[in-house]
Nanobody
């Protein structure tokens, strides 16, 4: 199961760095996605990285502001979030792509969801 961490309260224009770790096995050679869910809205995919790290997806809403990466030990996935906006306020989750499908797939193609981390962007 995955665990997202690093959330918090930040002012508009600020930055946060989220991390995703896995209990039981490393995240290398796995396709991993970042998702978020705001109150009253469906969970949406915002970024995914494939198992070989050569195909990275960003939703238009975060493109140019968010960057996904793995650490050198391949044990942690990171999501660097810059120039945060109030509309980025949500619970953020990471998950493993468990179903073979077109890239980047949909929410239903991912599993091993864990507890998310709350990001609040407010002045």
């Amino acid at each position: 199961q995955l665990q997202a961490s690093g959330g918090g309260l930040v002012q508009p224009g600020g930055s946060l760095r989220l991390s995703c770790t896995c209990t039981g096995f490393p995240l290398d050679r796995l396709a991993v996605g970042w998702f978020r869910q705001s109150p009253g809205k469906d969970r949406e995919g915002i970024s995914s990285i494939n198992s070989s790290d050569d195909n990275i997806y960003y939703d238009d809403s975060v493109k140019g502001r968010f960057t996904v990466s793995r650490d050198n030990a391949k044990t942690t996935m990171n999501l660097q979030m810059n120039t945060l906006k109030p509309e980025d306020t949500a619970i953020y989750y990471c998950a493993i792509k468990t179903r073979a499908s077109d890239w980047p797939g949909t929410v239903d193609d991912f599993g091993s969801w864990g507890q998310g981390t709350l990001v609040t962007v407010s002045s």
